[in-house]
Nanobody
């Protein structure tokens, strides 16, 4: 098992940047495909970004491509989400998840067995 704790959320103006972190404890992080998802008020949780176990492969939702970067440091058991040029529509609770599936990367929420508690990101216009 792995336990996940997100941090780094906050209030930022449109065009600004934030860096989210997801710290893991328990089983080695390197065994999991990791992903970031978000849930805006009144909406279902949606995929944002995913990264392979070694960090060589990434996939992004079209809405964040070119603005967000997912990365990981397995030695520090931490996954990051760098968010640039933030927009009001990026406002949401952001969750990191761990998937032990066999795919290199995974965009499907149902494949993630472990989740953090979430961190709020609010972008003002």
């Amino acid at each position: 098992q792995v336990q996940l704790v997100e941090s780094g959320g906050g209030l930022v103006q449109a065009g600004g940047s934030l860096r989210l972190s997801c710290a893991a404890s328990g089983r080695a992080l390197s065994t999991y495909v990791m992903g970031w998802f978000r849930q805006a008020p009144g909406k279902t949780r949606e995929f944002v970004a995913t990264i392979s176990t070694g960090g060589s492969f990434t996939t992004y939702a079209d809405s964040v491509k070119g603005r967000y970067t997912i990365s990981r440091d397995n030695s520090k058991k931490t996954v990051y989400l760098q968010m640039n040029n933030l927009k009001p529509e990026d406002t949401a609770v952001y969750y990191c998840g761990a998937s032990s599936g066999l795919d290199i990367v995974d965009t499907r929420e149902s494949r993630y067995a472990y989740w953090g508690q979430g961190t709020q990101v609010t972008v003002s216009s």
